[in-house]
């Protein structure tokens, strides 16, 4: 016996898929879904079709561009510092940065952070194609923007011993960026601190 229909019951299921959704926050979007005009189905409808087929890789930082695009025009855009290169795990993290004006080199999305108990080694992230954009584009800071986490940290160290034999300054964020805490989730004003403070790391 269904206490819902079945059709509500599996769009409650699919919300609480998500991550950071819990039971009664997939209940209360599936409800505003259905209770709303219809327009709003359709238009979620339509962007969840047309979301993987529409969204790409750079070919260059691996932020998300739309299909058929090479190169996001963080990097192809002149005014952009290219010798100056923040690197990230996800590209959400590039989105924080950038809304705090404060950041006008280029980017790096390495696609996530090394955690070997995950699985997730240096092979499976794009830090070899970091060390080739270093000599293409005559790199002088790479400024290391992951997370003050064990992961974040150990992915960090792990870029800098892999730039030992290359003359470029490798930087951290300023530790105001509190321990555990995402960049997608930190506020603008930490963000810039964390990024004018931030230091060379001794090699």
């Known amino acids: 016996m269904h206490i819902l229909p079945p059709a509500l019951e599996e769009l409650i299921e699919a919300f609480a898929g998500l991550p950071g959704v819990g039971p009664r926050s997939a209940e209360r979007f599936a409800y505003y879904v259905l209770r709303n005009d219809t327009h709003i189905a359709h238009r979620l409808s339509s962007a969840l079709e047309d979301l993987h087929s529409n969204i790409d890789y750079c070919k260059k930082t691996f932020a998300l561009v739309e299909r058929g695009k090479e190169f996001s025009d963080l990097y192809t855009d002149p005014t952009r510092d290219k010798t100056l290169i923040a690197v990230v795990a996800e590209p959400f993290d590039l989105v924080a940065l950038e809304k705090t004006n404060e950041f006008h080199g280029t980017y790096h999305v390495l696609g996530g952070l090394i955690s070997p108990i ?16 270093v000599d293409e584009d005559k790199v002088q800071e790479i400024i290391l923007a992951t997370n003050a986490g064990v992961e974040g940290e150990s992915t ?16 951290r964020l300023a530790r105001g960026l509190p321990v555990g805490v995402d960049l ?20």
């Open 184 to 203: 997608e989730y930190a506020d603008q004003i930490t963000l810039s601190r964390a990024l004018e403070g931030r230091q060379t790391i001794e090699r």
């Open 118 to 133: 995950d699985g997730v080694g240096p092979e499976q992230l794009h830090i070899a194609e970091l060390i080739a954009r």
């Open 156 to 171: 960090a160290l792990y870029i800098q011993q892999q730039l030992e034999d290359r003359e470029v300054r490798v930087t």
